[in-house]
């Protein structure tokens, strides 16, 4: 039995820090095996930088998955040559990078899948055929898919499709944690949103003032990452290594 720790989408760089301080008492606390991390928005301004990438490394991230601000910041595109940073794997061909890798833990292995949804998103290929594909690239049955998406019922429709087929679908990119944490089919762990690492005083980690502004006066403005005290969104899945089945989900906010 183990456990896998999977933190919700990292806001900038209050709450890389946060996440560095907070992250190794987190650990033991829960005995945690395993850490996955969507980085997607981890540097200033949004995206992900070698800079962050680095720092969500250096907190413990076994694998680091992205979302539709991978390729936001240019410059860093070369950081998805790296085995363990992905993209989301329906990016067409020839696009750089990948979107699944296995980490080899010895006895056993465990597979990380990042896909992107297409409701209200990227005109992507289609999520649910790729992952057919990756699917049976795989040979083991720890599985776990970062399912970056807007709509709810794309994302709930994702979890029943891969239900039986994959150990949890963890729901990321709305920065809201949804209390809907179950076990499918009694193998599949399933949240819609894990949530968001960063201020929680703010509209997904923007200031406030600024995220208003937007909506009520609907004129263009500037994003500022809000300055408030961070919290953590997660989730923590217990699974059997050997039969890749999820015994336990539980959602995890830490202030």
């Given at each position: 039995?183990?456990?896998l720790?999977?933190?919700?989408?990292?806001?900038?760089?209050?709450?890389?820090?946060?996440l560095s301080?907070?992250?190794?008492?987190?650990?033991?606390?829960y005995?945690?095996?395993?850490?996955?991390?969507?980085g997607?928005?981890s540097?200033?301004?949004?995206?992900?930088?070698r800079?962050s990438?680095?720092?969500?490394?250096?907190?413990g991230?076994?694998?680091i998955?992205?979302?539709?601000?991978?390729?936001?910041?240019?410059?860093?595109?070369?950081?998805?040559?790296?085995?363990?940073?992905l993209r989301?794997?329906?990016?067409?061909?020839?696009?750089?990078?990948?979107g699944?890798?296995?980490?080899?833990?010895?006895?056993?292995?465990?597979?990380?899948?990042?896909?992107?949804?297409?409701?209200?998103?990227?005109?992507l290929?289609n999520?649910?055929?790729?992952?057919d594909?990756?699917?049976?690239?795989?040979?083991?049955?720890?599985?776990?898919?970062d399912f970056?998406?807007?709509?709810t019922?794309?994302?709930?429709?994702?979890?029943?499709?891969?239900?039986?087929?994959?150990?949890a679908?963890?729901?990321?990119?709305?920065?809201?944690q949804?209390?809907?944490?179950?076990?499918?089919?009694?193998?599949?762990?399933?949240?819609?949103?894990?949530?968001?690492?960063?201020?929680?005083?703010?509209?997904?980690?923007?200031?406030?003032?600024?995220?208003?502004?937007?909506?009520?006066?609907?004129?263009p403005?500037?994003f500022?990452?809000?300055?408030?005290?961070?919290?953590?969104?997660?989730?923590?899945?217990?699974?059997?290594?050997?039969?890749?089945?999820?015994?336990?989900?539980?959602?995890?906010?830490?202030?």
């Amino acid at each position: 039995m183990k456990k896998l720790m999977f933190i919700g989408d990292v806001v900038g760089r209050s709450g890389c820090d946060f996440l560095s301080h907070r992250i190794y008492e987190i650990k033991k606390n829960y005995s945690i095996d395993h850490i996955i991390i969507n980085g997607e928005n981890s540097a200033q301004n949004n995206g992900i930088t070698r800079f962050s990438a680095d720092q969500l490394l250096r907190c413990g991230a076994d694998v680091i998955t992205t979302g539709n601000h991978c390729f936001k910041r240019r410059d860093s595109i070369h950081i998805f040559d790296d085995d363990n940073i992905l993209r989301p794997a329906n990016y067409p061909v020839g696009v750089v990078g990948k979107g699944i890798c296995t980490i080899d833990c010895g006895s056993y292995s465990f597979t990380v899948i990042n896909l992107m949804g297409t409701a209200f998103m990227e005109p992507l290929d289609n999520p649910f055929t790729v992952i057919d594909e990756l699917l049976t690239r795989t040979d083991t049955p720890n599985i776990f898919v970062d399912f970056h998406a807007e709509a709810t019922a794309e994302k709930k429709a994702m979890g029943h499709y891969l239900t039986g087929k994959v150990t949890a679908v963890m729901g990321t990119h709305t920065h809201v944690q949804t209390s809907d944490e179950i076990i499918l089919g009694e193998h599949t762990g399933y949240i819609t949103d894990a949530g968001m690492t960063g201020p929680e005083l703010s509209v997904l980690g923007v200031d406030i003032k600024a995220a208003v502004n937007k909506q009520r006066f609907r004129f263009p403005v500037r994003f500022t990452e809000s300055d408030n005290p961070c919290f953590i969104n997660g989730v923590i899945v217990t699974f059997d290594e050997k039969s890749g089945k999820c015994l336990k989900i539980v959602r995890l906010i830490e202030r």
